[in-house]
């Protein structure tokens, strides 16, 4: 795999994102145009979509699973709560933190074709976004946006967006916020391997370690199975003539 391409992959460059200049998160080129278009139609349906975490990079990845696991910052439950991980295994501190956060390498937001969206319309003055499920519950503050994106995508009409993260399969907790640009997401996907991941965390200098590394290592197969591995039946299933 050519350097660029790879740095890509894992997050180690910017130079294939773009600024999208209302939210000041970067992007995919492609994932943008996609995002831009459906924007305006929810405009016409009174909604403003707002991207809130667009492009993340490996570095700023890895400062986040390190600060939990290294128990910095909440390690959360199915539900988004909080745990208690004292009398918890390592391994059962790994899954749970990768229910809800991306192995650094792994994360498509390293890839710019993945965002987390809001609907800025029905934003409380002074709240701060939690991307919680009861935020974009049916009868949350970003149930309605979310329901009208749910008709779109179910009837292809969503420019190649789609969520990766629509259902529960036992791994990434369902995330309704989370939207990814089909075409160039399965392109970035298809480059990914266990091998090539187990590299990646085995070639991280001293001072750009990740913790639980020996650990992730040893769980790749089934880490990838369940938290990295989007199924084809996810996808749109006209992702080739996008």
Not at 4 to 12: K, Q
Not at 35 to 44: E, G, I, W
Not at 94 to 109: E, V
Request: aromatic share 10%; glycine share 8%.
């Amino acid at each position: 795999m050519h350097k660029l391409i790879r740095d890509m992959v894992f997050g180690r460059t910017d130079a294939h994102v773009i600024l999208e200049p209302i939210s000041g998160q970067l992007m995919h080129p492609e994932a943008l145009v996609a995002f831009d278009q459906l924007r305006r139609d929810a405009r016409d349906a009174g909604f403003e979509p707002k991207v809130v975490s667009g492009f993340r990079d490996f570095e700023r990845q890895r400062r986040i699973w390190n600060a939990k696991a290294e128990g910095v910052r909440p390690v959360l439950d199915s539900l988004g709560r909080p745990m208690d991980v004292a009398g918890m295994s390592p391994e059962d501190i790994l899954f749970a933190i990768l229910r809800w956060s991306a192995l650094p390498g792994a994360s498509r937001h390293h890839w710019g074709t993945d965002f987390d969206v809001i609907d800025a319309s029905a934003l409380p003055e002074g709240y701060k976004v939690q991307l919680t499920s009861e935020e974009v519950a049916d009868e949350g503050m970003f149930g309605p946006f979310h329901g009208w994106l749910d008709a779109r995508i179910a009837a292809g009409e969503s420019y190649g967006l789609f969520r990766p993260y629509s259902e529960d399969r036992g791994g990434v907790a369902p995330e309704r916020w989370h939207l990814s640009y089909a075409p160039r997401a399965r392109e970035f996907q298809d480059l990914l391997s266990e091998q090539a991941l187990v590299e990646q965390v085995n070639s991280c200098p001293q001072d750009q370690s990740l913790a639980l590394s020996k650990l992730v290592c040893e769980q790749m197969p089934q880490i990838y199975a369940r938290f990295i591995a989007v199924p084809e039946s996810a996808y749109p299933a006209n992702i080739n003539r996008l």
